[in-house]
């Protein structure tokens, strides 16, 4: 230490001191917290030490243990189903669809194709022939594909839906029927002869041309096979269908076409007809009553004039419905032709997926890139297609943002010095988290979490930004460790002293992301879920592993190896650096000046226990600064003992052997102490800051009421495809949302008629709802089911007014009286089943248009059986369905005459077009107005809930913010007691909480400047903004908590150690961000890779710039203190005017101190390279700060020894 002054001198009987010097004064007193945090310090300690010793075993099994996990991505799922993915888990929309498809099944009745035609540019008129024949080109060319799969050949006809394709007990008029029945093509070309085009079924007959609807005339060919075969039942079932000529009577597009036939209107005077008066009031199928498209499903952009007639349409839409994959599959079943090929739905669905993808393909090329109009094609293949590739891990990125990362971590950690660089560390770090990373996900596959978009597009960089925080702050604290820590305790130091900080933020993270759970969405659910295990992986990781490869790097240094390139010694070995003695004069030492010898006071006093003398340096040193230190006040003058001095003469050290270049010296630990630190806590700058801090706290709060709720299926698909133009265009045009109002069991339908058809008329005059014509009946199942009952009896009140219809017999009756015949007469009792006479006292439909209860489920029966065009247009759905039941009018047996009863019935829907529906209020308005119809209908009696995509996707805004609220809120409490329990302090527990609050509702306003929707993924990442935030915060916190001084001094201490790992974690979170970028996906770019940016920022700022000025001012008091505290007739003498550094004592003593003045020469020897043996200098006794009972902070004390502190 210094040459020991002669100690007989000194009275061997001086009294000892008194206890008011005791070695460390706790503000206040010995509190639980300390004992709590120095226990839980020293179970790190003890870890890391473990980990030390034995830190070949343990990377070795912690490797092992993190690869195991990884391969369980080898059974890793990718949902790309969207209901699966967005649906509420719990929610009703899911009991509801969980009802659907426990009655109905797993799938969809039809799939759609459409065609949509706009001008180029957008805004012209189409409603032209002109216009009309090239979305006819378009249209044919996507209505003949083919493709050949398993040696068939596919076309339209063969997988196209068919609606309520008749039986006939002729076999031969089946066959025929059954090829030429009609596609369902809503098309604006119906309106026109042209339309028959897009129907390719043919039949043939001996003696006549092919059979196409091109040229078939019903009415005509009925006429020709009359005399061969009974077809009245067939002739009465067009009829009431209000087929006629079908495309036969229409009029020609373009008249001059050679095979526009001569029953077309403009035939003869071959002029081009008014297309905007013919499709007014929209189109029809083949047939008039049971196929009528609205204007609304083919033309988008209209006006009209004065009267309401339609006078120009900007958009055209024809739509092309295909069956089912199980559809398919059951149609084709026992089929011969592919009785050979083992068909099953799996084929099916691929036969399906092929023609989709070439429907779509040449749509597109149809017209000529110089075309005046364009063509944009979809399909529900298309869709999955999007959702597929939206969800495909992109190698090239994941590889490019780890190598980018690894890059990153190697450059920041390496050093002139070679002692002091940890380019190899970083590299492994990276490389560990990278493997902690694959382990998460495989873990989260071995427990069933299934993957999707948000897992393979985000969570790898997230994971690895947030992951590679803890590496850098890890390797820092290893750098500076207290000189004199013993070797075999590096490891555990450094665990100690950040140990905390690191489970403190991996806590919380894997706290936030588990509350992010809450939000119901299954993709958002799962995308949290394995972001929390992720975490507690790299959590894992960090803790056990990474310390053992900063053990083995330890070995390298003391094998003085280079870094890296560890095979390879270092240039720079153990120097000694000679500091020779120079008295002073005036008690003053120059700035500048290398040597460390110096007059000083201190004070002996005898210790009669032991009987020895002990000679103290007093702790408490004034400070004075010469002008050119930027520490020009207390804040920047730390009083400390002659070890302060020694730690800031040791950063002038001019000969040390390995010298490097000057700005290699500039560190970000150096920039925060001598550049922003001073800066930031001025007086002015502070009330800058909070000023600042307030108006952008302000501004977000009003950002917050721009924000807007939503998230359409155009922020997913990438801009500049097709498929975002056919999208942007779907929803200016046709905003058309197909839904169903579903009635369920539990309520007896045969007495709840009339509180149906009211349940209809609620839902019915709902804003959203599209109206039917005027001229047209209401299209539902219990309308059509009247209407046929009211058409069968009033066939047979004429049947029998005119005597062709008896008690006895209906032969002589229509096949309508017939049908009525039967039904009239059951009893529904099963012992006397007929009653002949009821024939002409009861009536199907009573006079409030209700059916008789008692023949409601035989009458059920009948219509689904002899109306199968009606019951297609209805969409009924029944579930359990009716049983088959055949009419044979001239079968006038018994058994023929009894109706079976259909089973009560447990499903059936009404159906319904929403239009309108723009924005998400809008969406959000019309599920309020339906469900409060159901509502009211529940209190009738009927259960009834809607079904449709605006249901299955939209409802989750009904109580999005609520949940978001009470997310936040929860989290925020959670976060507090975290931060109270391992920092036991719930002061600095509140400032925490304080600032990442304002970070949440920052962000949250900076996304309604940004134009960012709030949807359930926002949600998802504004939930974890908290515990994000906590990475940039509670570093600075605990610094500030465990350091000593003014509090000024504190927040300046704190910054100097924290700046930098701080710093270089939200680098390394921004370049794992930034492989983002590379998405094709825009939605990846502005709901993550933007918001997760201004996260980023926003905590940057928070923690290095807002945190520490509130500490500075509002921050709890140090929980211990100097180790000294000056006796109040202890004073200092006023420090001189010059620029020297001096320290003074008053003259004036306690009583139990004598004054002894030594020259006291100190030999610095720099900090030991890691385990290097060093030699003494000489005899003289060495000075160990560890002799010192003084309390510096390991934990948060540079080399430099600047700051005073301790740890706790």
Same mark, same amino acid.
């Given at each position: 230490?210094?040459?020991?002054?002669?100690?007989?001198?000194?009275?061997?009987?001086?009294?000892?001191?008194?206890?008011?010097?005791?070695?460390?004064?706790?503000? $206040?007193?010995?509190?639980?917290?300390?004992?709590?945090?120095?226990?839980?310090?020293?179970?790190?300690?003890?870890?890391?030490?473990?980990?030390?010793?034995?830190?070949?075993?343990?990377?070795?099994?912690?490797?092992?243990?993190?690869?195991?996990?990884?391969?369980?991505?080898?059974?890793?799922? *990718? %949902?790309?189903?969207?209901?699966?993915?967005?649906?509420?888990?719990?929610?009703?929309?899911?009991?509801?669809?969980?009802?659907?498809?426990?009655?109905?099944?797993?799938?969809?009745?039809?799939?759609?194709?459409?065609? *949509?035609?706009?001008?180029?540019?957008?805004?012209?008129?189409?409603?032209?022939?002109?216009?009309?024949?090239?979305?006819?080109?378009?249209?044919?060319?996507?209505?003949?594909?083919?493709?050949?799969?398993?040696?068939?050949?596919?076309?339209?006809?063969?997988?196209?839906?068919?609606?309520? /394709?008749?039986?006939?007990?002729?076999?031969?008029?089946?066959?025929?029927?059954?090829?030429?029945?009609?596609?369902?093509?809503?098309?604006?070309?119906?309106?026109?002869?042209?339309?028959?085009?897009?129907?390719?079924?043919?039949?043939?007959?001996?003696?006549?041309?092919?059979?196409?609807?091109?040229?078939?005339?019903?009415?005509?060919?009925?006429?020709?096979?009359?005399?061969?075969?009974?077809?009245?039942?067939?002739?009465?079932?067009?009829?009431?269908?209000?087929?006629?000529?079908?495309?036969?009577?229409?009029?020609?597009?373009?008249?001059? !076409?050679?095979?526009?036939?001569?029953?077309?209107?403009?035939?003869?005077?071959?002029?081009?007809?008014?297309? &905007?008066?013919?499709?007014?009031?929209? =189109?029809?199928?083949?047939?008039?009553?049971?196929?009528?498209?609205?204007?609304?499903?083919?033309?988008?952009?209209?006006?009209?004039?004065?009267?309401?007639?339609?006078?120009?349409?900007?958009?055209?839409?024809?739509?092309?419905?295909?069956?089912?994959?199980?559809?398919?599959? %059951?149609?084709?079943?026992?089929?011969?032709?592919?009785?050979?090929?083992?068909?099953?739905?799996?084929?099916?669905?691929?036969?399906?997926?092929?023609?989709?993808?070439?429907?779509?393909?040449?749509?597109?090329?149809?017209?000529?890139?110089?075309?005046?109009?364009?063509?944009?094609?979809?399909?529900?293949?298309?869709?999955?297609?999007?959702?597929?590739?939206?969800?495909?891990?992109?190698? @090239?990125?994941?590889?490019?943002?780890?190598?980018?990362?690894?890059?990153?971590?190697?450059?920041?950690?390496?050093?002139?010095?070679?002692?002091?660089?940890?380019?190899?560390?970083?590299?492994?770090?990276?490389?560990?988290?990278?493997?902690?990373?694959?382990?998460?996900?495989?873990?989260? @596959?071995?427990?069933?979490?299934?993957?999707?978009?948000?897992?393979?597009?985000?969570?790898?960089?997230?994971?690895?930004?947030?992951?590679?925080?803890?590496?850098?702050?890890?390797?820092?604290?290893?750098?500076?460790?207290?000189?004199?820590?013993?070797?075999?305790?590096?490891?555990?130091?450094?665990?100690?002293?950040?140990?905390?900080?690191?489970?403190?933020?991996?806590?919380?993270?894997?706290?936030?992301?588990?509350?992010?759970?809450?939000?119901?969405?299954?993709?958002?659910?799962?995308?949290?879920?394995?972001?929390?295990?992720?975490?507690?992986?790299?959590?894992?990781?960090?803790?056990?592993?990474?310390?053992?490869?900063?053990?083995?790097?330890?070995?390298?240094?003391?094998?003085?190896?280079?870094?890296?390139?560890? +095979? #390879?010694?270092?240039?720079?070995?153990?120097?000694?650096?000679?500091?020779?003695?120079?008295?002073?004069?005036?008690?003053?030492?120059?700035? $500048?000046?290398?040597?460390?010898?110096?007059?000083?006071?201190?004070?002996?006093?005898?210790?009669?226990?032991?009987?020895?003398?002990?000679?103290?340096?007093?702790?408490?040193?004034?400070?004075?600064?010469?002008?050119?230190?930027?520490?020009?006040?207390?804040?920047?003058?730390?009083?400390?003992?002659?070890? !302060?001095?020694?730690?800031?003469?040791?950063?002038?050290?001019?000969?040390?052997?390995?010298?490097?270049?000057?700005?290699?010296?500039?560190?970000?630990?150096?920039?925060?102490?001598?550049?922003?630190?001073?800066?930031?806590?001025?007086?002015?700058?502070?009330?800058?800051?909070?000023?600042? #801090?307030?108006?952008?706290?302000?501004?977000?709060?009003?950002?917050?009421?721009?924000?807007?709720?939503?998230?359409?299926?155009?922020?997913?698909?990438?801009?500049?495809?097709?498929?975002?133009?056919?999208?942007?265009?779907?929803?200016?045009?046709?905003?058309?949302?197909?839904?169903?109002?579903?009635?369920?069991?539990?309520?007896?339908? &045969?007495?709840?008629?009339?509180?149906? #058809?009211?349940?209809?008329?609620?839902?019915?005059?709902?804003?959203?709802?599209?109206?039917?014509?005027?001229?047209?009946?209401?299209?539902?199942?219990?309308?059509?089911?009247?209407?046929?009952?009211?058409?069968?009896?009033?066939?047979?009140?004429?049947?029998?007014?005119?005597?062709?219809?008896?008690?006895?017999?209906?032969?002589?009756?229509?096949?309508?009286?017939?049908?009525?015949?039967?039904?009239?007469?059951?009893?529904?009792?099963?012992?006397?089943?007929?009653?002949?006479?009821?024939?002409?006292?009861?009536?199907?439909?009573?006079?409030?248009?209700?059916?008789?209860?008692?023949?409601?489920?035989?009458?059920?029966?009948?219509?689904?059986?002899?109306?199968?065009?009606?019951?297609?247009?209805?969409?009924?759905?029944?579930?359990?369905?009716?049983?088959?039941?055949?009419?044979?009018?001239? !079968?006038?047996?018994?058994?023929?005459?009894?109706?079976?009863?259909?089973?009560?019935?447990?499903?059936?829907?009404?159906?319904?077009?929403?239009?309108?529906?723009?924005?998400?209020?809008?969406?959000?308005?019309?599920?309020?107005?339906?469900?409060?119809?159901?509502?009211?209908?529940?209190?009738?009696?009927?259960?009834?809930?809607?079904?449709?995509?605006?249901?299955?996707?939209?409802?989750?805004?009904?109580?999005?913010?609520? +949940?978001?609220?009470?997310?936040? +809120?929860?989290?925020?409490?959670?976060?507090?007691?975290?931060?109270?329990?391992?920092?036991?302090?719930?002061?600095?527990?509140?400032?925490? /909480?304080?600032?990442?609050?304002?970070?949440?509702?920052?962000?949250?306003?900076?996304?309604?400047?940004?134009?960012?929707?709030?949807?359930?993924?926002?949600?998802?990442?504004?939930? @974890?903004?908290?515990?994000?935030?906590?990475?940039?915060?509670?570093?600075?916190?605990?610094?500030?908590?465990?350091?000593?001084?003014?509090?000024?001094?504190?927040?300046? =201490?704190?910054?100097?150690?924290?700046?930098?790992?701080?710093?270089?974690?939200?680098?390394?979170?921004?370049?794992?961000?930034?492989?983002?970028?590379?998405?094709?996906?825009?939605?990846?770019?502005?709901? #993550?890779?933007?918001?997760?940016?201004?996260?980023?920022?926003?905590?940057?700022?928070?923690?290095?710039?807002?945190?520490?000025?509130?500490?500075?001012?509002?921050?709890?008091?140090?929980?211990?203190?100097?180790?000294?505290?000056?006796?109040?007739?202890?004073?200092?003498?006023? &420090?001189?005017?010059?620029?020297?550094?001096?320290?003074?004592?008053?003259?004036?003593?306690?009583?139990?101190?004598?004054?002894?003045?030594?020259?006291?020469?100190?030999?610095?020897?720099?900090?030991?390279?890691? $385990?290097?043996?060093?030699?003494?200098?000489?005899? %003289?006794?060495?000075?160990?700060?560890?002799?010192?009972?003084?309390?510096?902070?390991?934990?948060?004390?540079?080399?430099? $020894?600047? =700051?005073?502190?301790?740890?706790?």
């Amino acid at each position: 230490m210094a040459q020991a002054s002669p100690l007989g001198e000194l009275s061997l009987s001086y009294p000892a001191p008194r206890r008011t010097a005791a070695p460390q004064i706790v503000s $206040g007193s010995l509190k639980a917290p300390l004992w709590l945090r120095a226990y839980f310090q020293g179970l790190l300690f003890s870890l890391g030490c473990s980990i030390q010793k034995h830190c070949g075993k343990v990377l070795f099994l912690g490797l092992l243990a993190f690869g195991a996990l990884a391969l369980g991505l080898r059974i890793a799922t *990718i %949902e790309t189903d969207l209901e699966q993915l967005w649906v509420e888990v719990g929610s009703r929309v899911s009991q509801e669809l969980h009802y659907t498809k426990e009655k109905l099944g797993e799938e969809a009745a039809y799939t759609s194709q459409m065609l *949509i035609q706009t001008a180029r540019p957008e805004g012209e008129n189409l409603l032209t022939p002109e216009a009309l024949g090239l979305h006819l080109q378009a249209a044919l060319t996507a209505s003949k594909v083919q493709v050949s799969l398993y040696g068939k050949s596919w076309d339209l006809n063969k997988i196209c839906y068919k609606s309520g /394709v008749p039986l006939i007990e002729n076999g031969m008029i089946e066959r025929m029927i059954e090829k030429l029945f009609p596609c369902v093509i809503l098309t604006p070309l119906d309106c026109f002869w042209e339309g028959a085009k897009l129907q390719g079924g043919s039949a043939y007959l001996p003696g006549r041309p092919d059979i196409q609807w091109t040229n078939l005339d019903p009415e005509q060919l009925l006429e020709e096979l009359g005399p061969f075969a009974s077809l009245e039942g067939f002739r009465e079932l067009l009829d009431k269908a209000q087929v006629g000529q079908a495309y036969m009577g229409r009029p020609c597009l373009h008249p001059d !076409d050679i095979h526009c036939p001569s029953s077309a209107p403009n035939h003869h005077n071959r002029q081009a007809p008014n297309v &905007a008066q013919e499709l007014n009031n929209g =189109c029809h199928g083949f047939s008039h009553k049971f196929m009528h498209w609205q204007e609304e499903l083919l033309l988008g952009g209209m006006s009209r004039d004065s009267q309401g007639q339609l006078q120009r349409a900007e958009a055209l839409q024809s739509t092309f419905l295909l069956m089912s994959p199980r559809q398919l599959y %059951e149609h084709f079943r026992g089929d011969y032709q592919i009785h050979d090929i083992g068909w099953s739905e799996e084929q099916a669905g691929t036969v399906l997926q092929a023609w989709q993808r070439r429907f779509v393909q040449l749509a597109q090329e149809a017209l000529p890139e110089n075309s005046s109009q364009q063509i944009h094609a979809f399909s529900s293949t298309t869709l999955d297609d999007i959702l597929h590739a939206f969800s495909e891990v992109s190698a @090239a990125r994941v590889v490019g943002g780890y190598l980018l990362m690894l890059a990153y971590a190697c450059v920041t950690m390496l050093r002139w010095d070679c002692a002091q660089s940890q380019g190899a560390v970083g590299l492994a770090g990276v490389l560990l988290v990278a493997l902690a990373v694959a382990s998460g996900l495989g873990l989260c @596959a071995l427990l069933g979490i299934t993957f999707n978009a948000a897992t393979t597009q985000v969570l790898p960089f997230l994971a690895l930004g947030i992951g590679v925080d803890d590496i850098f702050l890890l390797a820092h604290a290893f750098t500076e460790s207290p000189p004199g820590t013993p070797l075999q305790e590096r490891t555990g130091e450094c665990l100690r002293r950040m140990g905390t900080s690191v489970a403190l933020t991996s806590i919380n993270n894997m706290v936030a992301f588990f509350m992010a759970a809450l939000v119901p969405i299954p993709a958002l659910r799962a995308f949290s879920l394995q972001v929390a295990i992720v975490v507690g992986c790299n959590f894992a990781a960090v803790m056990l592993v990474f310390p053992a490869i900063l053990s083995l790097d330890l070995h390298r240094r003391h094998c003085q190896r280079l870094d890296v390139l560890c +095979c #390879f010694s270092s240039p720079c070995s153990a120097q000694v650096i000679q500091i020779l003695p120079q008295e002073l004069g005036d008690r003053t030492v120059p700035v $500048g000046v290398a040597h460390l010898t110096t007059t000083v006071q201190a004070f002996t006093h005898y210790e009669a226990s032991s009987q020895h003398v002990v000679t103290i340096l007093p702790p408490q040193a004034h400070l004075v600064p010469p002008p050119s230190d930027p520490f020009s006040s207390e804040l920047f003058s730390p009083r400390g003992s002659t070890r !302060d001095l020694l730690g800031q003469e040791e950063g002038t050290r001019q000969k040390a052997a390995c010298k490097s270049l000057p700005c290699a010296r500039w560190t970000l630990a150096h920039f925060a102490r001598y550049q922003f630190a001073p800066l930031l806590l001025q007086s002015h700058a502070k009330a800058m800051v909070l000023v600042l #801090f307030g108006a952008l706290l302000g501004l977000s709060l009003y950002g917050t009421t721009l924000v807007q709720d939503g998230l359409a299926l155009t922020d997913v698909v990438p801009r500049g495809t097709k498929e975002h133009a056919f999208l942007s265009t779907q929803l200016r045009y046709f905003s058309l949302y197909e839904v169903a109002l579903v009635t369920q069991d539990g309520f007896d339908y &045969a007495h709840s008629q009339r509180a149906l #058809f009211d349940l209809h008329q609620r839902f019915s005059s709902l804003k959203a709802v599209l109206p039917p014509p005027a001229t047209q009946a209401p299209r539902t199942w219990l309308h059509y089911y009247r209407n046929w009952l009211q058409g069968i009896q009033a066939a047979f009140d004429q049947d029998w007014a005119s005597g062709r219809i008896t008690h006895n017999s209906y032969r002589n009756g229509s096949e309508d009286g017939a049908l009525a015949y039967k039904l009239l007469i059951q009893t529904g009792d099963a012992q006397e089943p007929l009653n002949f006479s009821q024939l002409t006292t009861r009536k199907l439909v009573d006079k409030e248009g209700l059916i008789p209860p008692e023949l409601f489920y035989m009458g059920l029966t009948m219509w689904v059986s002899s109306d199968p065009l009606g019951l297609a247009a209805s969409q009924a759905n029944f579930y359990p369905p009716p049983p088959e039941w055949l009419h044979d009018k001239y !079968d006038t047996t018994g058994e023929n005459l009894r109706i079976p009863p259909a089973q009560p019935l447990e499903f059936a829907q009404f159906p319904f077009l929403l239009h309108g529906l723009q924005k998400t209020a809008d969406f959000v308005e019309a599920i309020e107005g339906a469900r409060a119809a159901c509502a009211e209908a529940g209190q009738a009696g009927v259960h009834a809930y809607p079904s449709g995509s605006p249901f299955l996707f939209w409802e989750q805004y009904l109580s999005l913010r609520r +949940c978001f609220l009470l997310a936040v +809120c929860i989290l925020l409490v959670c976060t507090f007691l975290i931060c109270a329990v391992l920092l036991l302090n719930p002061w600095t527990a509140g400032l925490i /909480v304080l600032v990442l609050a304002m970070m949440t509702v920052e962000l949250f306003g900076i996304m309604g400047f940004l134009g960012i929707k709030l949807s359930a993924i926002p949600v998802v990442i504004l939930v @974890a903004s908290i515990g994000i935030g906590v990475e940039f915060t509670v570093h600075v916190a605990l610094g500030f908590l465990i350091t000593q001084g003014s509090r000024n001094l504190r927040a300046a =201490c704190s910054l100097e150690h924290t700046f930098a790992p701080v710093t270089d974690g939200a680098i390394s979170t921004l370049l794992g961000l930034l492989m983002l970028t590379g998405s094709s996906f825009d939605f990846i770019i502005r709901y #993550f890779f933007v918001v997760l940016t201004v996260l980023t920022l926003l905590g940057l700022l928070h923690g290095l710039v807002l945190l520490p000025v509130l500490l500075s001012i509002l921050g709890p008091p140090p929980e211990v203190v100097q180790m000294y505290k000056e006796s109040p007739e202890v004073l200092s003498p006023a &420090a001189p005017p010059g620029g020297g550094l001096r320290w003074g004592l008053s003259p004036t003593l306690p009583q139990s101190f004598a004054r002894m003045t030594t020259s006291m020469t100190v030999a610095l020897h720099p900090p030991p390279l890691p $385990g290097a043996y060093v030699h003494p200098a000489s005899d %003289e006794p060495t000075w160990s700060l560890a002799a010192i009972p003084a309390a510096t902070d390991s934990g948060n004390s540079s080399s430099r $020894g600047s =700051c005073p502190a301790i740890t706790a």
